[in-house]
Nanobody
């Protein structure tokens, strides 16, 4: 059964950093593009970043480009989101997703506040 388990969220001050991780199981992780989404309070869920199966191509949404970095380790079946210079608008629940199968993780809360 497909499982996606996010971790690494928490409370961080503006300007700080967090590294989110998503542990995947139950499918051919190394063959699939992976995505990170976020949903802020009162807003629609939005795509933040994506990475191809081999990790040779990435996408990061313009609003966080240069501050967020997506990476993966196919040996460990994990996909990470390194978030630097966090701003208050980064407060959201962050989810990983396998677009081919359409599964979502349960999400991890990130709160950026002083």
């Amino acid at each position: 059964q497909v499982q996606l388990v996010e971790s690494g969220g928490g409370l961080v001050q503006p300007g700080g950093s967090l590294r989110l991780s998503c542990a995947a199981s139950g499918f051919a992780f190394s063959s699939d593009t992976m995505q990170w989404y976020r949903q802020a309070p009162g807003k629609q869920r939005e795509l933040v970043a994506a990475i191809t199966s081999e990790g040779d191509s990435t996408f990061v949404v313009a609003s966080v480009r240069g501050r967020f970095l997506i990476s993966r380790d196919n040996a460990k079946n994990t996909v990470d989101l390194q978030m630097n210079s966090l701003k208050a608008e980064g407060t959201a629940v962050y989810y990983c997703r396998t677009p081919r199968l359409g599964y979502w993780g349960q999400g991890t809360q990130v709160t950026v506040s002083s």
